[in-house]
């Protein structure tokens, strides 16, 4: 069973990167008019490489400045490890009915390089992995 969920998760953020690459790259009237703004940045968050693959190809087409979000205590494979009890996406997603309401997310290491960036941008594009079937 766990490694039915594990395959399943995998999958399902393969799709959802996907989406989100389409969506925001190949829609002609967002894609013009983010290549005609100066100050483009693309901030994302990645646990295993897909989301950071998907912001590097929407960088490569809006010309912008890519920026990841850095956890100060960065997640290893075990902490990513969703079939595991003790793991701590797990935790985390237990700690609340949802991923959003959870009080257990971590600190950000650069985030005032993130708040400066986005602050000169015109375009913010913002990509994340899914978990739990949820926007973190």
């Known amino acids: 069973m766990k ?6 998760f995998n999958v399902v953020s393969l799709v959802l990167a996907f989406a989100m690459l389409v ?8 894609v ?12 994302y968050f990645s646990g ?9 190809r929407i960088k490569t087409k809006t010309k912008g400045k890519l920026l990841e979000i850095k956890a100060s205590e960065p997640y290893t494979d075990d902490d990513l490890d969703y079939g595991n009890e003790d793991s701590r996406v797990t935790k985390e997603h ?3 009915d949802s991923p959003a309401e959870s009080t257990v997310r971590p600190d950000i290491s ?27």
Request: glycine share 6%; no cysteine.
């Open 23 to 30: 969506t925001s790259v190949h829609t002609g009237a967002s």
């Open 3 to 8: 490694e039915f969920r594990k395959k399943l």
């Open 48 to 56: 295993t490489g897909t989301t950071r693959a998907t912001a590097q």
């Open 110 to 136: 650069n985030l005032n390089s993130i708040k400066k960036a986005v602050k000169k941008s015109d375009v913010v594009y913002i990509g994340y992995p899914i978990w739990w079937g949820e926007a973190p």
């Open 32 to 43: 013009t008019q983010a290549k005609q703004k100066k100050n483009i940045v693309i901030l």
């Open 94 to 96: 237990e700690s609340a």
